[in-house]
């Protein structure tokens, strides 16, 4: 006869898992045995079908639990009777071809276009070597998009002031051209010419620390999160967010978005769409606000 004690026993004894991780299986177990005993006609651990295991995750979600909870009490339950048939105990894995609910993937922050405008247009920057450096690195990610690994690998070499291009190694390796406006090409030769004149290099990057150094993705972060302080109240002030800035200010202007997938270097259409609902919250914004039947 089968029984959760036995697996969580070889849960704890022969796979030495750690005595939280058995205590969520069990509860996850004995919960899916309690159902299984409180249905019109109740069913056995032995006998329970594939369609009694998605009956069970329809209760879990009405309960309201969220789709990584029940996944990972689907999980407990795929695991125990995987071992109850290395034990010969059942014949068949009733969830062994379920999927669990897909889990919400939250929307992507961004800095409002007007909070950028403020931070670009209005706040005062120093003319120091850092103050400098820090603004450039702001107006580089927000008007390319680039990740901040892409940032930190950048040379001079690719920077093309003449035709206004960026040569940028992303994942794998995989090169891209990235357009620029003037904006950003007087902002980076006033940056190389503070630098030049303030810092003796060690090597080519283009953005580097006072002693010349490469700058790393660590002081990036900290220059982000520095200055975006100043303008948004964000919990998250990182990089990454002005790359989703980039993306949402450019979808909102009218750019396509196969343009869009091939400046941020995405190799699926399907990562660039979520863009998409981003500017279709703020549209739901913009309309309940402006709307009076909204």
């Not at 048939?85 to 922050?109: D, T």
């Not at 990235?178 to 090409?185: D, K, S, V, W, Y």
């Not at 630098?195 to 220059?223: Q, S």
Request: net charge positive; with cysteine; hydrophobic share 35%.
């Amino acid at each position: 006869m089968i029984t959760v004690g036995l697996f969580l026993d070889y849960l704890k004894y022969e796979k030495n898992f750690s005595q939280l991780t058995v205590e969520a299986y069990g509860d996850s177990l004995r919960d899916f045995e309690k159902y299984l005993g409180g249905l019109e006609e109740p069913v056995s651990l032995e006998t329970a079908d594939s369609d009694v295991v998605r009956g069970w995750m329809v209760c879990l979600m009405d309960r309201g639990l969220k789709p990584t909870s029940v996944n990972r009490a689907l999980s407990a339950v795929r695991s125990f009777y995987k071992f109850a048939m290395m034990r010969n105990l059942v014949s068949k894995n009733p969830a062994s071809r379920i999927s669990g609910p897909k889990k919400e993937k939250p929307l992507p922050q961004f800095v409002q276009e007007q909070e950028m405008d403020v931070l670009l247009d209005t706040v005062q920057w120093g003319e120091d070597f850092e103050s400098v450096r820090d603004k450039a690195v702001i107006v580089l990610l927000y008007e390319t998009g680039i990740r901040v690994s892409e940032l930190v690998g950048l040379n001079d070499a690719d920077v093309d002031f003449e035709e206004g291009r960026l040569k940028v190694t992303g994942k794998r390796n995989k090169q891209r051209i990235i357009p620029f406006g003037e904006e950003l090409r007087t902002v980076l030769k006033g940056y190389i010419s503070v630098r030049d004149n303030t810092v003796k290099r060690i090597d080519d990057a283009l953005f580097v620390t006072k002693k010349g150094k490469r700058t790393t993705r660590v002081i990036i972060y900290n220059y982000v999160n520095k200055a975006l302080s100043m303008v948004c109240t964000l919990k998250k002030k990182s990089p990454h967010v002005l790359r989703h800035s980039f993306a949402t200010v450019m979808l909102n202007h009218g750019a396509g978005l196969e343009s869009v997938q091939k400046l941020l270097g995405h190799e699926s259409l399907r990562t660039t769409e979520i863009y998409t609902h981003t500017t279709f919250e703020q549209l739901k914004k913009v309309y309940k606000s402006a709307h009076p039947r909204a």
